[in-house]
């Protein structure tokens, strides 16, 4: 389990892990809050060896947590998201974790659903080594002030890790064959890696929406996440 901490700038984080951990990860909320899966992710990523992190993203709408079929006050929060806000709450949370000793190049981040398209944004700012973004949407049309993620991808300044299933309709194939494209295009484009899952729809990773989670998806992608961290993160010296 992880504990909660409030930074000075109001923003709370889920934390878990050592902090003498190796490595860390910033894990980043889909579009229903740090509920209770995003807490085991993040407990999974300490049982990794990791010093595992989530920023509230929605703390400044006081941090609601959103049932799964509430897509109104989902897409109201989502809708109070600005650029300038979320380049606060990720510099607070890799400050958080540089006062624990742990620099970009030791940090990952992580997202699911809008989370997947605010770590494909955080690779952008030089805070973290490398960055996984699970069906992050906005592929050719920005949203939450940012850019689309296929310029985001084609900007990043850390090795980039797509996973997207071909049932999401929100992200349909064209979608992901111009992040195909786009990973070619920066400078880790020989490290830079998209896995497409066949038969895995919007959200394949969550276990708790029996009505998209694949199971054999997930554990692959997962896998994948932990191998692709392993590789293009240091260890904090």
């Given amino acids: 389990m992880s504990t909660r901490q409030i ?7 889920r934390v878990a892990g050592p902090p003498d951990a190796p490595r860390a990860v910033i894990v980043l909320q889909e579009a229903f809050g740090v509920n209770a ?3 085991d992710v993040v407990a999974r ?3 990794k060896g990791f010093y595992a ?7 400044r709408d006081g941090s609601p947590i959103v049932a799964y079929d509430d897509f109104g006050q989902a897409m109201t929060l989502l809708g109070n998201l600005t650029r300038e806000g979320l380049t606060a709450d990720l510099t607070d949370t890799a400050t958080f974790l540089a006062h ?6 030791n940090t990952g981040i992580v997202g699911y659903c809008m ?4 770590a494909t944004f955080a690779a952008t700012l030089g805070l973290v080594g490398a960055s996984a973004s699970f069906y992050g949407g906005g592929v ?6 940012l850019d689309p993620v296929v310029d985001m991808v084609a900007s990043a300044a850390a090795p980039w890790i797509g996973l997207y299933g071909t049932l999401d309709t929100g992200i349909p194939s064209d979608h992901v064959e111009a ?3 786009a990973i070619s295009e920066n400078d880790f484009a020989g490290e830079n890696e998209l896995f497409y899952y066949d038969g895995a729809d919007h959200g394949f990773h969550c276990d708790d929406r029996v009505n998209v989670f694949n199971a054999e998806a997930a554990a692959q992608a997962a896998t994948e996440t932990y191998r692709f961290f392993d590789e293009h993160l240091e260890d904090k010296l």
């Fill in 7 to 13: 930074l000075d700038s109001g923003l709370p984080l």
């Fill in 37 to 39: 899966h995003i807490d």
């Fill in 45 to 47: 990523f300490a049982a």
């Fill in 53 to 59: 992190v989530a920023p509230e993203l929605y703390h």
């Fill in 100 to 105: 624990a000793g742990y620099a970009a190049t």
């Fill in 115 to 118: 989370g997947g398209t605010v």
């Fill in 140 to 145: 050719l049309n920005g949203r939450f002030g």
């Fill in 179 to 181: 992040l195909r494209n």
